[in-house]
């Protein structure tokens, strides 16, 4: 189910009308309706790999409860490594074996051997990296001793399925998301009012920016031999756009939807774009993914500590398994490598902690090196995005090449100026408003704190009204991230 | 949860209202002329896109009831037949649009499915959730219905642009005579470009044009293939190109009357490129009535 459907503005009313008074406030109730209607909004997709979400909660449910009574470390191990192999297991089979297998033929081919083996024609479940590692986050933790499990097949159940951010993430960690599910819980107004006005917004991300962007963006991508350089470097920005709009978009409907239900999600996005250079923004950008590899892989690898071998080995493993973890394409692995290559030099002249605090706090204004730094960190992203969008590495270094020829100087001509130069006052129109509220968690959390409810409530109405007359007006667009 | 629940319902009444304008204004600019059901007493019916919307109501005294529409596709053609046979009429004659460009893939794009879902029953959908949500949900809020919004936009800001620029607007005429050659040259290319962009016709329309004679020879309805008149600039661009729709009907032992040609030195029975106007359509119904 798509949250820009009307199948979920139906959805959501009724879920909510009976969990707060069909439920009469039993936890059990709640977390049952949580899981029976986490598992209706999935298998509105299709209902056949639902039971795959099953599989992993019951894997690792039982994992849970046999590492609470087993004290032999071994053994311990041997059970995670048991959660790890299915669950990757799982994950690998739908998503890499294809990749795996074209790769093994190309290499066996390459030294004159021909492997007998076909690429299957296999369906990629919705969310599946999403909800995996959600899974993968709870046996780690609780093999730590982190996290006591859950002796309740439902509240695990619930803590894996929960629908808001089931298919798209945030990616939440086991010890933040699983305990909320065991307190009893109470409606709170502030919560689920700021709850909605993020949804709004998340919404207008979604359809006003993301979906405008995506049909220029493929525009220029699906036909990057017709255009020049020019051309192309703007398809790069709306592509840049497009996927910031409906990742932190979604993430937006997703936490402020949990809210509604009494639940807190963590942030995902703090506006990445108006970071300084490489490292800020990767504290801002899929924060939930980024932390994730942070503390299971980056920090159990040794992270910045040890030899520069050591350093630089640890810096490339966790963005290349991190382009990974979003496709299987090279073009994803190069997209992540080039992103170790950005952050490396911050590393090794331990700089990367040089902006932790907001831009230009408290200022409409920044300073002029901040601008310049910011610049440059847009400028970096964008190029690393083109290989991201691209279908393939000939792709990726045909547009790049393309962009850095003289190309990049002349009138692109494009037919429908009129149309691009509206999506380009939407894209200012839409950071400006970020700019002014980044000091929040989202960009329109501002106008909470309007002192007036009539300005509030013109300011919602003005938003309504430009998601229905500038949103983006073919049929609902699927969320990027759904593939991944 | 109280003032929580009387804010909602306070947006939700502003979201009604904006709904129920919406509604009136989708009702007469956009499905005002489309939704209407044909008297039982009609034994023949037009079943067409807009280039047969010239013929106006000049039938009906024979019985003939025009049922075309702009945009409207082949799979809303078969919506329309199948909603006539399931409402008991005595089928005598399909007048039916075999135009070259009739089973363009265009056409799935920009047809009528929307709006010809008002001839639908339940029997065509999956679920009937689907029925519901298609029929009569996105009817009745249309708030949600993309092709709505896209429709009124441009009203709203043609409406704008006719304050702001009254003057301007005024002077311009449609009619393709008071055109000239280049304009109409240009126009007749663009119009060819979005119907023939692509190389084949389209499967889903070609499998309903197919289901639509099978249901005729089934029912022993008189199925006619009618080819409407085109401009001079638009056949010379054209040249040969076809979807096919004319060699189906003929393969299939219906008769085609082509009337493409007709009209080629007669700039003036037109009123855009492949359209008649008025003329054009008076004297069209006479030879496709009266066989004049």
Known sequence: MLFNSLDFALFLPIVFVLYWFGSNHNLKLQNLLIVVSSYIFYGWWDWRFLFLILISSLVDFSVGIALLNQHNPFKRKLLLWTSIIINLGILGFFKYYNFFIENFKQAFSFFGREINVNSLDIILPVGISFYTFQTLSYGFDVYKKKLIPTKSFIDFSAFVSFFPQLVAGPIERATHLLPQFYKKREFNYALASDGLRQMLWGLFKKIVIADNCAELANMFFDNYTQYPGSALLLGAMFFTFQIYGDFSGYSDIAIGCARLFGFDLMQNFSFPYFSRDIAEFWRRWHISLSTWFRDYLYIPLGGSKGSLWMKIRNTFIIFIVSGFWHGANWTFITWGALNAIYFLPLLLTQSNRNNLDIIAQGKLIPSFKD??????????????????????????????SEILSPTVFTNPKLVDQKHISLVIGLILFFLCIEWYGKEGKYGFSFVGHVKHKWKRWTSYCILLLIIYLYGYHGEAIEFVYFQF | MRKFLLNVFGFSLILLVFNIVIFHLAQKNYYKEYQFKPSTKFKSFILSDSHAKCLKNYGEPYAIYNFAAGSESVLDMNRKLKYLIANNFEIKTIYFSVDDHILSPHRIKYGNLDRSIYYSNVHEFKTYYQYLLNKFLKYYVPIFHTKVRLVLKSLLFSKLKGLLFESQENIKTNDWINLTDGKRKKLATERFKTQFSYKKSSEILTNSFLEIINICKARKINLIGVKFPLSRNLIEVLGNSNYGADSILKANGFPVLD???????????????????????????HKLFFNK
């Not at chain 1, 910011?374 to 790049?400: C, D, E, N, P, Y």
């Open chain 1, 371 to 400: 601008f310049i730094a910011m610049l440059f960190t847009f400028t970096l992203t964008v190029f690393a995005w083109i290989f991201f969008r691209s279908q393939s590495m000939h792709q990726a270094f045909g547009i790049i």
């Open chain 2, 259 to 285: 009337y493409k040609l007709d009209f080629i030195n007669k700039d003036e029975y037109f009123y855009d490129a492949d359209h008649l106007n008025s003329n054009g359509g008076i004297v069209l119904s």
